[in-house]
């Protein structure tokens, strides 16, 4: 009955005006420069696998120009509830559920880190709230304190973290970021961009850029992206593909790094250690191996 109407109302409907020529695909970005044995790249991952989404080509070629890369973690990605429900399976996973799927990430995303080769000293977790690093920066930023609504933990949680025992505040936040800056001196800072959907990525992008802005080292800013509606299509693993840059960020002066067929392998091998995740979305997280990766010098 339904498809009768729904050919009916197509009938009478008038004739639709002539679709608009296909736009353009999207150029090519120019290739980057690969990294170089001086180089100290500090990749900010807003939860666990970010890392090795946006930049485990980048770890594996820095780390083989005998560079030195560091991962940060602002969040442990411990308020991701439809992920809980398959890891616990539970209908109703609560705060305890919620801080276990937290450090099962934190210990996913260490063994990516340390596949990829980066050293233990090297990979720093600040373990603010998944989903609440929006609002640190902005309406929690000093004194009052934000409790998480997917672990109720007002403060840092996690063993090994740079402040166990931090308040949750934006104050403490950057203040944590910022020693991590100054320790590992990085000459290179890759963050997510501005145009990112996920509020805790562009938050804390944002909150790089502010770091980075006074202490006079912008330029060492490049940008990445992971949260982008319907991108990068086709979903699944197509490692031969090109990754080119969306449209909801074409403003970016995209660079790309060409990666080679055992890097890609690597990296898969990478993000297949985020387990929690690959069981939830492996289509989405796969569709990031591709030919190359991208990055962005920020713009002044």
């Known amino acids: 009955m339904l498809a009768a109407l729904l050919m009916a109302a197509l009938a009478a409907a008038p004739a639709a005006p002539a679709a608009p020529a296909p736009a353009a695909a999207p150029l090519a970005p120019p290739t980057m420069a690969a990294p170089i044995a001086s180089d100290r790249l ?45 890891v616990e399976h539970t209908l109703s996973p609560g705060s ?22 980066v050293p233990a000293s090297s990979q720093y977790v600040l373990g603010y709230p998944d989903r609440g690093i929006e609002a640190l920066t902005d309406s ?20 090994g973290a740079v402040s166990p025992g931090a308040p949750y505040t ?8 910022e020693q991590v800056i100054s320790e590992f001196r990085p000459t290179l800072v890759f963050a997510a961009a501005p145009q990112d959907l996920h509020p805790d990525h562009r938050a ?11 202490r006079g080292e912008l330029a060492a800013l490049r940008y990445w992206i992971v949260h982008v509606r319907q991108w990068p299509r086709p979903y699944g693993l197509n490692p031969e593909l090109p990754l080119l840059p969306p449209a909801i960020a074409a403003s970016l002066p995209w660079q790309s790094l060409p990666l080679s067929a055992a890097q890609r392998a690597r990296k898969l091998e990478a993000l297949q250690q985020h387990d929690s995740q690959m069981q939830l979305m492996a289509p989405l997280l796969k569709a990031f191996v591709r030919a190359n990766e991208l990055f962005a010098p920020a713009l002044p």
């Open 42 to 86: 500090l990749i900010i991952a807003p939860h666990p696998d970010d890392e090795s989404l946006c930049c485990a080509g980048l770890i594996q070629q820095a780390l083989a120009a005998g560079a030195s890369v560091g991962i940060v973690w602002v969040t442990a990605g411990d308020g991701f509830e439809l992920d809980a429900l398959v």
């Open 96 to 117: 305890t559920a919620m801080t276990r799927l937290g450090k099962q990430r934190l210990r996913e995303a260490h063994a990516a880190a340390t596949g990829l080769g």
């Open 140 to 159: 929690y930023y000093q004194q009052r304190r934000y409790r998480s609504n997917y672990t109720a933990s007002t403060s840092v949680r996690y063993s």
């Open 170 to 177: 934006g104050e403490n936040l950057e203040h944590d970021l």
């Open 204 to 214: 804390s992008g944002e909150l790089t850029r502010r770091l980075l802005e006074r």
